[in-house]
């Protein structure tokens, strides 16, 4: 099994910043790319950004230019450094890994239980 452990939201003014981590942990061999997507109310989940195990990311259009995705895989950890946030920006954010379970060599999708960002104008 491989479990996400996500941290970092909260409520914060626009204009502000935020720092989301997420590690993972368990029987892993390895972990392909790494993701973060949001939920607004009443909207579909959403991907945010994407990094590869080579580092190379992608980002909505709606982020770029202000959300960085970075990863650790010494600690199994993806971060998500959000600046210049504005209100359209709230959201329930989920980390979503895809990693090498250990022993099977399985690819398993994992999903974080969320964390809520809020952005008060």
């Known amino acids: 099994q491989v479990q996400l452990v996500e941290s970092g939201g909260g409520l914060v003014q626009a204009g502000g910043s935020l720092r989301l981590s997420c590690a993972a942990s368990?029987?892993?061999?390895?972990?392909?790319?790494m993701a973060w997507y949001r939920q607004a109310p009443g909207s579909q989940r959403e991907l945010v950004a994407r990094?590869?195990?080579?580092?190379?990311?992608n980002y909505a259009d709606s982020v770029k230019g202000r959300f960085t995705i970075s990863r650790d895989n010494a600690k199994n950890t993806v971060y998500l450094q959000m600046n210049s946030l504005k209100p359209e920006d709230t959201g329930v954010y989920y980390c979503?890994?895809?990693?090498?379970?250990?022993?099977?060599?399985?690819?398993?999708?994992?999903w974080g239980q969320g964390t809520l960002v809020t952005v008060s104008s």
């Open positions: 368990g029987s892993i061999f390895g972990i392909n790319t």
């Open positions: 990094i590869t195990s080579g580092s190379s990311s």
């Open positions: 979503n890994v895809v990693a090498i379970q250990g022993g099977t060599n399985r690819h398993l999708q994992v």
